[in-house]
């Protein structure tokens, strides 16, 4: 007997491989500068976007304020010459381009169909997520896509479930699991909303007072037992 057919799927380190993404559009935006990016440099970035992307997870900056703070900060933080706003919005547009999937996503989705309805869930803009699910195929084997800056609220916030749910037709919280590697933004928030929570943790982070999901795992494989298909 399956017990979950939705499922609310988060993108970024999830269903795409968003460390790579972000990795290799960061060393074609700074190569545009001038500057030859080695791994010290884009783990130092990565470091600085996390801790803005956290920031904004718990309401303290808008998406707007992290899309500019994070060049703006990062130019001055490295001495790199340069307009940080645009770098802001050419990175925008090489990050578009960047789509690769996490080992098994594309066979999770294949598995799901006709069995799981899959949404996914992603905080992020808009215009840049459509394309990279575009080019990862994600777009064409989901059957829906909900957006933070589209539904104009965001992860973990409970009106952005409410909101995704309300599109959903015969939604139930008793069928339903939220996926997803964010402790803060989709198993707290999946929490919070009522549903079952399982969390993808492939590289065996530890869980040091974050909430507790239903699930843990480390391929996207091992779902398939959960969800039955
Ligand atoms: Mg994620």
Redesign the pocket.
Known sequence: MRKYDILLC?????LLD?ALCEKTAVAALLSEFGVKADDALLSSYSEHNDRLWKMLERGEITMQELIFLRFREFFKLHGIKGDGDRAAVRYREILSKYAFTTDGAKELLDRCKGKVRVYVISNGKAEVQISRFKLAGITDNTDGLFISELLGTKKPDTDFFVKAASSISDFSKERALVY???LT??IAGGIAFGVDTCWYNPHGKANENGPVPKYEIRTHKELYPILHI
């Open positions: 988060d993108a970024d380190d999830t968003f997803g590697d964010s933004a989709d």
